[in-house]
């Protein structure tokens, strides 16, 4: 009798919001997972502890700026699969810190490739492109021929990242792909984030314990997504037997107005305690983004059929199930 060997994956960003429903989602299917985190203490695994897997994979601290230590990390797991996760992840922060987000989100990609150039170039590689890599966009939705123009240290940092893997795979004939994915949210996501940002004000303002939200420009529009449902594309696009690079979105697009207006309403808060405040616009911004989710539905079994406005009603149910605000 044969036994199926288990496969093993290196998670990258395994603290943030995609590597913990990733690792729930690998460790669902029988993987062997290797997390990667920040070398040193004072690592938050909150989220792999809210689902449940923080014991049921291996995680280890990995300088992965370190050509050297990349090489080390497959030579001694020896995985079947990489997904890069791990990224300087915020829009308005790459504003801020150019130089860290260009440096970490580009020079993460380059060693982990050349260390699969080295070690093994069987290993398949996932890459997690975005969205904002498009910046200035001439017509919707976004397709093959959309040309990349980032207007942010962000998008640039993506964009990068994105030549290089299709450069790793065009010359070195690696399995190393792209999912381009647009903004996807969760309970897990960091507070700072929109969606989440608006949440938890509205239900702090509901119960008194915050008088308003400040804004920044709430009439740009975004495709939204849930996590969740995100990471099964990712899976499943590396299981296919050609590197394919994907968009993974909902297809739709809508404002961070109707979002806001739309949870404040769902917690009974009125419109007027969202107070829009100048000093939060970014530099540049993209006014309106959405993508076209029919290659990767045709070409995988991935089905997304969710509004965002079920997702808000999930994010909404279960921030109040986990609530922790004092009344
Ligand atoms: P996230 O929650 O912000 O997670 C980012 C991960 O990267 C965390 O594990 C974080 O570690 C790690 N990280 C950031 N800066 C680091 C540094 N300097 N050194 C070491 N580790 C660092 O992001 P996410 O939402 O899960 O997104 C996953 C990936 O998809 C990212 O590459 C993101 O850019 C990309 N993406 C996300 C979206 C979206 O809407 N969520 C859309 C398109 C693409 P700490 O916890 O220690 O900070």
């Known amino acids: 009798m044969s036994t199926q060997r288990l496969k093993t994956a290196i998670i990258t960003g395994i603290t943030g919001q995609d590597g913990a429903y990733l690792a729930q989602l690998l460790v669902e299917k029988n993987y062997c997972v290797i997390g990667i985190h920040r070398e040193g203490d004072g690592n938050d695994f909150y989220r792999l502890e809210y689902l449940g897997v923080r014991d049921k994979i291996e995680l280890l601290g990995c300088n992965l700026l370190d050509p050297k230590a990349c090489t080390e990390l497959l030579r001694s797991f020896a995985p079947d699969e990489i997904y890069n996760l791990v990224a300087q992840s915020s829009v308005s922060y790459s504003f801020s810190k150019p130089h860290e987000t260009i440096e970490f989100n580009i020079m993460t990609v380059l060693n982990l490739l050349e260390a699969i150039r080295s070690v093994d170039t069987n290993i398949k590689y996932y890459q997690a492109s975005s969205s904002e890599m498009f910046g200035k966009i001439e017509s919707l939705p976004i397709s093959t021929h959309t040309q990349l123009h980032p207007i942010s240290p962000y998008g640039i940092s993506k964009a990068a990242g994105h030549w290089m893997v ?24 960091t507070d700072s984030f929109f969606v989440k940002k608006v949440i ?19 009439d740009i529009k975004r495709d939204f997504g849930h996590a969740k449902e995100y990471v099964k594309a990712i899976w499943m696009m590396m299981q296919l037997d050609q590197p394919t690079d994907f968009q993974v979105c909902s297809g739709t697009s809508v404002s961070l107005r109707q979002i806001a207006f739309y949870v404040f309403d769902q917690l009974n808060v009125d419109h007027e305690r969202i107070v829009i405040d100048p000093a939060l616009f970014r530099p540049a911004e993209i006014k309106d983004i959405y993508g076209d989710k029919s290659e990767v539905e045709k070409q995988t079994e991935w089905k997304y059929t969710l509004t965002f406005f079920e997702v808000l009603d999930m994010l909404i149910k279960e921030e109040l199930a986990n609530d922790p605000y004092e009344a």
């Open 200 to 218: 938890k004000a509205a239900i702090r303002i509901s119960r008194g314990l915050q008088t308003t939200l400040a804004l920044g420009n709430i």
């Open 166 to 189: 299709s450069q790793y795979r065009e010359a070195y004939g690696l399995f190393a792909i792209s999912g381009i994915l647009f903004n996807h949210e969760s309970y897990l996501r």
